[in-house]
């Protein structure tokens, strides 16, 4: 499959430069950050939360889980994570359980973990379970520019 139609375009469109890596298929982020030999706070991986009736892309490190107390003390109230049904109808372009780290392109909201290190080079999940993008954290901050960081994982 590759990167997924709408994560392509938003990096064209972006002007962002990207490399692409094919790895073995791998069942989570942190198992293709393993595959890949990358630092686990270097991978992003998009977690769903739903709020009310509405969806949050929560955009950790691999290597840690998203505080649903925490994102919920910023909202403002109680989060729970989206079901596989929801989060698939959100990026049909994607694999199932391949959930892109970019809210914009799909029209969610998104917020970035402070404890996602973009000092160094940033890689995500292309929008299927074999696909590995990189960018680097400069570029991975313009990607992401606008969107909310806060301290949202564990």
Not at 39 to 47: D, F, S
Not at 56 to 64: E, G, I
Not at 75 to 97: H, I, Q, Y
Not at 107 to 135: N, P
Request: aromatic letters at 8%; charged letters at 25%.
């Amino acid at each position: 499959m590759g990167i997924a139609m709408t994560m392509h375009e938003f990096l064209e469109d972006s002007h962002v430069r990207y490399d692409v890596a094919k790895h073995n298929r791998t069942g989570s982020s942190a198992m293709t950050a393993r595959v890949s030999h990358i630092p686990g706070r270097e991978m992003a991986k998009g977690v769903v939360l739903k709020w009310d009736d509405s969806y949050l892309l929560a955009v950790v490190p691999a290597s840690r889980q998203v505080d649903l107390g925490k994102v919920g003390a910023i909202v403002g109230d109680k989060v729970v994570l989206a079901s596989e049904e929801e989060t698939a109808a959100l990026f049909p372009d994607c694999e199932e359980g391949a959930v892109p780290v970019f809210g914009a392109p799909y029209r969610i909201a998104c917020m970035i973990d402070d404890e996602l290190d973009t000092d160094q080079d940033v890689y995500f999940e292309g929008g299927d379970h074999r696909t590995l993008v990189h960018v680097t954290g400069k570029g991975f901050e313009q990607l992401m520019y606008g969107m909310p960081r806060a301290q949202i994982s564990r």
